[in-house]
């Protein structure tokens, strides 16, 4: 499955972002997504991830209450609303898909199959 992600861009503390990652040329459903950051001189971490069918949602505690993660099985997409957006949030975030039949934690990259390319988020205080 091929991931494009977008949606990034510079925004203010407080503010507000909505990524999108769009799939394309395998079944959407067939995977779990995952969006993962990485700051600059840091490792990549987890940020959020949703089941195959939406219904079971996944979130990095640093993130809980604030950011947002759904998907549209009909349009391929997956999406990551971001609000009250802190300069610590500040990362390059891609999305990745994990397939069905890999029951592995949500919350590892190395479960995930396929990664989009990156879209830059930074958030000035």
């Known amino acids: 499955v091929q991931l494009q992600a977008s949606g990034g861009g510079l925004v203010q503390a407080g503010d507000s972002l909505r990524l999108s990652c769009a799939a394309s040329g395998r079944t959407f459903s067939n995977y779990a997504l995952g969006w993962f950051r990485q700051a600059p001189g840091k490792e990549r971490e987890f940020v959020a991830a949703?089941?195959?069918?939406?219904?079971?949602?996944y979130y990095a505690d640093s993130v809980k209450g604030r950011f947002t993660i759904s998907r549209d099985n009909v349009k391929t997409t997956a999406y990551l609303q971001m609000n009250s957006l802190k300069p610590e949030d500040t990362a390059v975030y891609s999305c990745?898909?994990?397939?069905?039949?890999?029951?592995?934690?949500?919350?590892?990259?190395?479960?995930?199959?396929?990664w989009g390319q990156g879209t830059l988020v930074t958030v000035s205080s």
């Open positions: 990745a898909a994990k397939p069905i039949y890999n029951s592995g934690t949500y919350y590892l990259d190395n479960n995930y199959d396929y």
């Open positions: 949703i089941s195959w069918s939406g219904s079971t949602a």
